[in-house]
């Protein structure tokens, strides 16, 4: 802590350098104790979750240490490109907006910028803020690692209105409000953390509760499903359907969002569909009413791509629609690559868009791979993703492994791809043609 008040621009025409002469003193001989009970106080006023009750609290400080006519508090925000929070006394004029470069907005920028303390006396920028003002003084609040958190402006309309007297004790509370203003981020931060962990907590249990926990047994096919969730938990989805006649519908898709919002589309979604094949409609028609549903329900700017097929067990045949989701990916027994592409846009975008289906013969041997754009957006530390190549790859690999283990395989490939957390969902499921 200096030990008088300092002048960043000692020299400078626009702030007068400091002589000898000094303001008078504006604080009694308890000023020490004094300062010790607000700083006590102020510590408190950490718990006070209100911007503006902390400001108050430290412009309520400053009248049990010094004199003043006008007062002044501003906060710099954590990034250091402005002052995010700002509160005045006695001044006619509002808080000024200050934004980083601080240099170029007057001497309270100065202060910001330099993080030096400025007493100005008979000078024009001691007026600005209060007409009349005589003597102005301009402390900064020094945080940890020497960074300027802000700072304490008062006005005297008395010439020499603060001495160094007056300047030493507004240091000292200056580095109490500082850690004052750094204790409230950080319990701020603490509850914004708790917060996101019992929504992300929530999220994940409601998503556990939709997505499916064992595969189906169906005759002539083998079939494996695989759900990894990012941190924030996405919305990826997938589920198998028993329909009449020996059918399955299967459903895989991506709802745009994280955490609760995206859970929640993913019910809705789920409620959606279920409904609509229980009513046994035809593949396009499921989409267009899904459609219609999300564009009626669901705020601008969320939509949901959508994979969703038929399957018939005996003829070994299936109808699909893609509704802007990855395209499922299909290997012959042969090694031959077909993409399942046809249909249209994601639910939700538009109000009646037109859907397309497409249709494909299994023959045995023949993998149907389905999956979310987290398996093939998997970057390396190169930026290369995994790809469709990387499926294609592994199912060509091994066609004598089971569905379970080509999905354990293609799950473990893309982890160990990836290097990190995954920054999406990642969904797989395998469906290969065993024949009857």
Not at 36 to 55: H, K, S, Y
Not at 152 to 165: I, T
Not at 321 to 344: Q, W, Y
């Amino acid at each position: 802590m200096s030990s008088e008040p300092t002048n960043s621009n000692k020299q400078s025409d626009k702030t007068p350098a400091i002589d000898g002469q000094r303001p008078g003193a504006k604080v009694g001989s308890d000023a020490i104790e004094a300062s010790g009970v607000v700083v006590e106080t102020l510590q408190l006023a950490t718990n006070d979750r209100d911007a503006n009750g902390i400001l108050n609290g430290i412009l309520d400080g400053l009248a049990s240490l010094v004199d003043h006519d006008a007062a002044g508090v501003y906060v710099v925000d954590p990034s250091g490109k402005g002052v995010h929070y700002s509160m005045m006394r006695g001044c006619e004029n509002p808080a000024p907006d200050l934004q980083a470069p601080f240099s170029e907005h007057g001497v309270v920028g100065q202060v910001l910028e330099t993080g030096e303390l400025l007493s100005l006396t008979d000078h024009p920028s001691v007026s600005e803020g209060r007409q009349g003002a005589q003597s102005r003084l301009i402390v900064p609040l020094i945080g940890k690692r020497r960074q300027v958190r802000g700072a304490l402006d008062v006005w005297s309309d008395r010439p020499n209105g603060y001495d160094w007297s007056a300047a030493q004790i507004l240091e000292v509370y200056a580095s109490a409000v500082a850690a004052t203003i750094e204790r409230a981020r950080l319990s701020a931060e603490v509850r914004d953390r708790r917060r996101l962990d019992s929504d992300l907590a929530l999220a994940r249990h409601v998503m556990a509760g939709l997505l499916p926990h064992d595969t189906p047994n169906i005759q002539g096919f083998d079939i494996a499903g695989a759900h990894e969730s990012s941190f924030l938990v996405g919305g990826d989805y997938y589920e198998f359907m028993p329909l009449d006649q020996g059918r399955w519908g299967v459903v895989i898709a991506d709802v745009v969002g994280k955490g609760i919002p995206a859970a929640l589309l993913v019910a809705a979604t789920r409620a959606s569909i279920s409904s609509l094949v229980g009513h046994e409609l035809a593949v396009r028609a499921v989409m267009r009413r899904a459609n219609r549903f999300f564009h009626q329900s669901v705020e601008d700017g969320r939509y949901v791509t959508l994979f969703y097929m038929v399957l018939d067990v005996e003829a070994q045949r299936l109808l699909y629609v893609n509704a802007g989701h990855v395209p499922p990916i299909l290997v012959r027994s042969d090694g031959e690559v077909a993409l399942f592409e046809e249909g249209g846009v994601p639910l939700g975008m538009f109000e009646s868009p037109r859907y397309f289906e497409g249709h494909a013969a299994l023959q045995p041997g023949d993998t149907l791979v389905l999956y979310t754009d987290g398996i093939v957006e998997a970057m390396d530390e190169h930026g290369e993703e995994y790809g469709r190549a990387g499926i294609v790859e592994a199912v060509r690999a091994d066609v004598s492994a089971s569905a379970t283990e080509l999905c354990s395989k293609i799950m473990h490939d893309v982890r160990r791809f990836g290097k990190d957390v995954p920054a999406d969902d990642r969904t797989l499921v395998i469906i290969r043609a065993a024949g009857h």
